[in-house]
């Protein structure tokens, strides 16, 4: 039903397979062992024990770290000019900050004054222009009153 599948050659690109070839340990010779000697002998210290028995070993010398480099001196000046920079932008900034901060509040501060002034300006006109209508507070009348000492005489 289906035809015979014909061998065709690669078109591709030939690729090399390389598998590792393991090493056997007779054919690897280990590397000779060479004694080297020390340069100079150890000394060797006894120390003989309060009990009577002796101790001999080599005498430890404690280990000397090589010197530090020496630093180059720097003067005093030099530093207070640094730290005096340092603090001198530190101040700054701060100034900085602080005038905005300011600037920020006045800008607020002047902007609540104009809300109020505008809020209780137009509570004001309600109550002229809407006073008309309504009746219902104590009236004085003014001219008819005679003031003595003091004193209201109607």
Same mark, same amino acid.
């Given at each position: 039903m289906?035809?015979?599948? $014909?061998?065709?050659?690669?078109?591709?690109?030939?690729?090399?397979?390389?598998? /590792?070839?393991? =090493?056997?340990?007779?054919? %690897?010779?280990? $590397?000779?062992?060479?004694?080297v000697q020390p340069d100079t002998v150890p000394t060797v210290a006894s %120390? +003989?024990?309060?009990?009577?028995? +002796?101790?001999?070993?080599? $005498?430890?010398? /404690?280990?000397?770290?090589e010197p530090a480099a020496a630093k180059p001196a720097v003067s005093r000046t030099a530093v207070n000019a640094a730290l005096g920079g340092?603090?001198?932008?530190?101040?700054?900034?701060?100034?900085? =900050?602080?005038?905005?901060? %300011?600037?920020? =509040?006045?800008?607020? +501060?002047?902007?609540?004054?104009?809300?109020a002034a505008v809020v209780f300006g137009g509570w004001i006109a309600v109550q002229v222009f809407t006073g008309s209508g309504r009746q219902g507070g104590t009236t004085v009348h003014i001219r008819k009153a005679v003031i003595k000492r003091n004193h209201f005489h109607g």
């Open positions: 289906y035809p015979k599948p $014909a061998h065709r050659p690669p078109t591709g690109p030939v690729v090399d397979v390389h598998r /590792p070839v393991p =090493l056997h340990p007779g054919s %690897i010779a280990p $590397a000779p062992l060479v004694p %120390i +003989v024990l309060p009990d009577g028995r +002796v101790v001999t070993g080599y $005498a430890v010398h /404690p280990a000397h770290p340092v603090g001198f932008l530190a101040v700054s900034g701060g100034l900085l =900050l602080l005038t905005t901060f %300011i600037t920020a =509040l006045t800008a607020l +501060v002047t902007q609540l004054v104009i809300l």
